[in-house]
């Protein structure tokens, strides 16, 4: 049965309460707070070893917490495994792919929306039988203009296709916030650019919370961002106001 429980959007879909991870001596996230409401859009950006993959590996239960708690919805999951935060609203995307290459686009989806249903696949149906997961794949696919590609296996996509495509496995379970993980990594400035067309396009309601190191992404798909500095928040605010701070340009940016 599925755990997740919305509200009025009184609540924060996701909170962070001082935060932190620390391994052996070392101090890789420190204190970090944040409230990320339905519909947001926010960014953490930060220099290599700032503590971002760390963050959000503590965010979806791969790593758990020296001290601090996460919140969805006021409840503390700070203890849940990964599947029980997936169940509750949670999805996330990696750095590297996760698809299956020598699978088609459609049947990618389909697997991911039948591998969180209550009811998995039985190997001696045809996958054509689940008409309802074929009529979401379809409209998934739809939404993001992939239905022309859906009978295309994914090696043959452009890599910037697959991080697309891997949005809308991310996408399959309906959750109420994604987390990015560098989702223009490996990317041209061609792709890059469709990425962030792809990324306004999502649901409005849906929060994402992205980590990337395009700030050109940064900036045309968030409209709060923190910046992440040996582990600890520097700095919070507008895209605005992060784009114009002189001790972000100092530290992270590497100018002044």
Same mark, same amino acid.
């Given at each position: 049965?599925?755990?997740?429980?919305?509200?009025?959007?009184?609540?924060?879909?996701?909170?962070?309460?001082? =935060? %932190?991870?620390?391994?052996?001596?070392?101090?890789?996230? +420190? @204190?970090?707070?944040? $409230?990320?409401?339905?519909? &947001? #859009? *926010?960014?953490?950006?930060?220099?290599?070893?700032a503590g971002k993959t760390t963050l959000f590996n503590l965010i979806s239960g791969i790593f758990p917490a020296s001290s601090g708690q996460v919140?969805?919805?006021?409840?503390?999951?700070?203890?849940?495994?990964?599947?029980?935060?997936?169940?509750?609203?949670?999805?996330?995307?990696?750095?590297?792919?996760?698809?299956?290459?020598?699978?088609?686009?459609?049947?990618?989806?389909?697997?991911?929306?039948?591998?969180?249903?209550?009811?998995?696949?039985?190997?001696?149906?045809? =996958? %054509?039988?689940?008409?309802?997961?074929?009529?979401?794949? +379809? @409209?998934?696919?739809? $939404?993001?203009?992939?239905? &022309? #590609? *859906?009978?295309?296996?994914?090696?043959?996509?452009?890599?910037?296709?697959?991080?697309?495509?891997?949005?809308?496995?991310?996408?399959?379970?309906?959750?109420?916030?994604?987390?990015?993980?560098?989702?223009?990594?490996?990317?041209?400035?061609?792709?890059?650019?469709?990425?962030?067309?792809?990324?306004?396009?999502?649901?409005?309601?849906?929060?994402?919370?992205?980590?990337?190191?395009?700030?050109?992404?940064?900036?045309?798909?968030?409209?709060?961002?923190?910046?992440?500095?040996?582990?600890?928040?520097?700095? %919070?605010?507008?895209?605005?106001?992060?784009?114009?701070?002189?001790?972000?340009?100092?530290?992270?940016?590497?100018?002044?």
């Amino acid at each position: 049965m599925s755990e997740k429980s919305r509200t009025n959007g009184a609540e924060p879909v996701l909170e962070l309460r001082g =935060l %932190s991870k620390t391994f052996g001596g070392l101090r890789a996230v +420190h @204190g970090v707070s944040l $409230r990320i409401m339905s519909g &947001d #859009r *926010k960014a953490i950006i930060g220099p290599n070893g700032a503590g971002k993959t760390t963050l959000f590996n503590l965010i979806s239960g791969i790593f758990p917490a020296s001290s601090g708690q996460v919140l969805m919805y006021g409840r503390d999951i700070t203890s849940w495994p990964s599947h029980r935060r997936t169940a509750l609203g949670m999805a996330r995307t990696f750095q590297v792919t996760s698809l299956f290459p020598g699978l088609t686009v459609l049947d990618n989806v389909l697997l991911a929306i039948k591998g969180r249903a209550a009811s998995k696949f039985v190997m001696w149906r045809p =996958l %054509s039988s689940y008409r309802d997961a074929y009529d979401k794949a +379809h @409209g998934l696919l739809e $939404r993001a203009a992939f239905l &022309d #590609r *859906k009978d295309t296996e994914v090696r043959y996509l452009s890599h910037g296709e697959q991080r697309q495509l891997e949005i809308v496995v991310g996408i399959a379970s309906d959750p109420d916030i994604l987390l990015l993980d560098e989702p223009a990594a490996g990317l041209s400035s061609g792709e890059s650019a469709e990425m962030a067309r792809f990324l306004q396009k999502l649901d409005p309601k849906m929060a994402l919370l992205l980590i990337e190191h395009d700030m050109d992404i940064v900036f045309d798909v968030a409209s709060d961002i923190s910046v992440l500095h040996f582990g600890e928040v520097l700095e %919070s605010g507008s895209a605005e106001r992060i784009r114009s701070s002189a001790k972000v340009q100092e530290i992270y940016l590497g100018t002044g």
